[in-house]
């Protein structure tokens, strides 16, 4: 590891250094990440091949109609061959990339927008709702990602607006006739985009803007559910008959009755608040400078933002020229999910065995996809590292080392790893172990590696 600067490059903005990649940046951190900015860039090889969300929704939603005990046998078909292959899949991709800043992002922007397991109707297509959804936007326009996650099968099960029925539409006169009391309508989707996804809790919205948003998004739904003579699909489906009639107003502006271009308006405009752009900016500077993010640096961040229309390649362009970002090196902790990948990039061992993936984040109870709420998994030091997290983390980095090949020189993996930042008493230890396998258990176990 030749310099600070190279070491926050590959641990800050990447996911760990790989051997040999330190050399690949040379005397240019800042040009070898902008380098990877890349739009328009491929799917990763390692991602082809899966199914799409659609058809994994589709293909559980008709079992159903079979038996429940079908759509079991379909789900934990699903859960096998789609989540699980491709969860591992994913993980292999992260450890053997040569352009992490993507990946980086990837799993920044796929925490932003938290779908989670925990519904299980839709759990088996979750990653390729991250590989639909995130993955082409992370250097796009900020606009058409929260427009594509918004419509995906995945986000609106997830946050309850597959059955949102406008209560003066079609649909929810006939529920209120056989149930005055119910409540048709679902006001999850809605706030949570609001609270979660653009504007902030504190981004100036009222209780009466997310009801007339929750409005504006009725009959947002999919088309896995057979509704009369419909051909089934697991796709984005608008249903009028659900759709709440007349104008919607949110944040003071004024959206004419349009079906499903209301909320399409709607999620434009709130793509380019201001609060919105100062919400991303804080979350941005947060995750790639320190866990008090600088209030001068989130001011320069919304201000690029606004400025490009919400361009996140430009945008990431101007988080990578923050000075703020490149001035302490072990300012933020490594989550689980960073450091269990980030061993195996050190190690240089490529494909992942899916043990080790697997049992470490389960005892971490980090597995991915499995974020406890909407929020998503936090982004501060206190998030990550505890005693017991500490002692877990030690305790499988020493079964791990156990099973590496002959021949992982420790001095090595520490020099190209943590060179740049490693003190002298962990230089020490790594030196005077007693085994390669110690010395590893010591350098990935020291504080210069859990953070970034």
Partial sequence: MRTIASFIALNRFGLGAAPGEADAIGDDPRGWLSAQ?????????????????????????????????????????????????????????????????????????????????????????????????????????????????????????????????????????????????????????????????TLGVHGGYTQAD???????????????????????????????????????????????????????????????????????????????????????????IARVYLETDGDLGRVMQAVIDLDAAWADPLAKVKPHYDYVIAVHRAAGQGAPHRRDIVQPLRLLAHLPFTAPSPQGWGDRAADWIGPEALMIRLEWVNRFTSRLPGGVNPRAVMEQSIGAVARDVTQTWVYRAPSADAALTLLFGSPEFQRR
Avoid: C
Avoid at 40 to 64: D, K, V
Avoid at 102 to 129: C, G
Avoid at 163 to 183: D, E, F, K, V
């Fill in 37 to 197: 900015i890349q739009p328009s860039a491929p799917l990763p090889e390692a991602l082809r091949g899966f199914r799409s969300s659609e058809a994994i929704i589709n293909g559980i939603l008709s079992a159903r109609l079979e038996s429940p005990e079908a759509q079991q046998r379909e789900r934990r078909r699903a859960q096998e061959q789609d989540f699980d292959a491709e969860m591992l899949a994913r993980a292999s991709q992260m450890i053997t990339t040569r352009a992490p800043l993507a990946e980086r992002l990837v799993l920044f922007w796929s925490n932003h927008f938290t779908v989670s397991s925990a519904r299980r109707q839709i759990a088996p297509a979750i990653p390729s709702f991250e590989r639909e959804a995130i993955r082409p936007h992370v250097f796009g326009r900020f606009a058409d990602m929260l427009l594509t996650v918004v419509q995906h099968p995945s986000m609106l099960v997830y946050l309850d607006n597959t059955y949102s029925i406008g209560p003066g539409s079609p649909a929810g006169l006939r529920h209120l006739q056989r149930n005055p009391t119910r409540t048709t309508l679902n006001e999850n989707l809605a706030r949570e985009v609001l609270e979660l996804h």
């Fill in 210 to 300: 997310v009801i007339q948003f929750a409005l504006a998004l009725t009959g947002w739904t999919h088309g896995g559910v057979r509704r009369g003579d419909r051909p089934r699909h697991g796709g984005f489906q608008f249903i009028q008959r659900h759709h709440e009639p007349g104008d919607k107003t949110v944040l003071g502006q004024r959206y004419a009755e349009g079906g499903v271009d209301e909320g399409v308006q709607i999620l434009n405009a709130l793509a380019r608040h201001p609060a919105t752009a100062h919400h991303l900016a804080t979350k941005l500077v947060r995750h790639f400078v320190a866990d008090d993010p600088p209030e001068a640096a989130v001011e320069q």
